[in-house]
T-cell receptor
């Protein structure tokens, strides 16, 4: 199964700033996914990151707020832009094929002051 | 819309007892997956049960699936303190042209095992 390294593991940021989260996979994968988990809540899919094309965003998430890069088949970044306290969440990346288990990184716990 | 809805939202039992968590979903599925999350960390995959399966076992875990009722249950037998975690069911989102498109998660059950 894929091993995913996600960093940073946590950060405390000032409002108005931006933070880029990195996700590195130990094997080439077609699809990478980014999720947000707000405090005490479940996971919500932000977007699907495709290599060589624009990310596909879910309803309620926009590229200007959560720009995503996917420069190759083993790496992706998610940027949380112009952060506000409402962005305080755990952000997780995952990989997996259709109808197969997903493998998750350990997540990035983000707090905005 | 939320695909999976778990109940109970929180469950506290004594070590050694069995824990049962339930999940309901709304649309047709190819499979249903259960995950565990310890203390806000990453998710660990537990079991995947396919739509043509009714029951699946893995160690102390037993998952059932009732597609007619659009529901699933996760049973943890002989619980241990280390089982304390949040448990989520999830169903795959398939894109119209085929291929993976992530998962839709239920709200989760927070399980506490008291020593």
């Amino acid at each position: 199964s894929a091993v995913i390294s996600q960093k940073p593991s946590r950060d405390i940021c000032q409002r108005g700033t931006s933070l880029t989260i990195q996700c590195q996979v130990d094997s080439q994968v077609t699809m990478m996914f980014w999720y947000r988990q707000q405090p005490g809540q479940s996971l919500t899919l932000i977007a699907t990151a495709n290599q060589g094309s624009e990310a596909t965003y879910e309803s309620g998430f926009v590229i200007d707020k959560f720009p995503i890069s996917r420069p190759n088949l083993t790496f992706s970044t998610l940027t949380v832009s112009n952060m506000s306290p409402e962005d305080s969440s755990i952000y997780l990346c995952s990989v997996g094929s259709l109808n197969q288990p997903q493998h998750f990184g350990d997540g990035t716990r983000l707090s905005i002051l | 819309s939320q695909q999976g809805e778990e109940d109970p939202q929180a469950l506290s039992i004594q070590e050694g007892e069995n824990a049962t968590m339930n999940c309901s979903y709304k649309t047709s599925i190819n499979n249903l997956q259960w995950y565990r999350q310890n203390s806000g960390r990453g998710l660990v995959h537990l079991i995947l049960i396919r739509s043509n399966e009714r029951e699946k076992h893995s160690g102390r875990l037993r998952v059932t699936l009732d597609t007619s009722k659009k529901s699933s249950s996760l049973l943890i037998t002989a619980s241990r303190a280390a089982d304390t975690a949040s448990y989520f069911c999830a169903t795959p989102r398939a894109r119209s042209g085929g291929g993976a498109d992530g998962l839709t998660f239920g709200k989760g059950t927070h399980l506490i095992i008291q020593p």
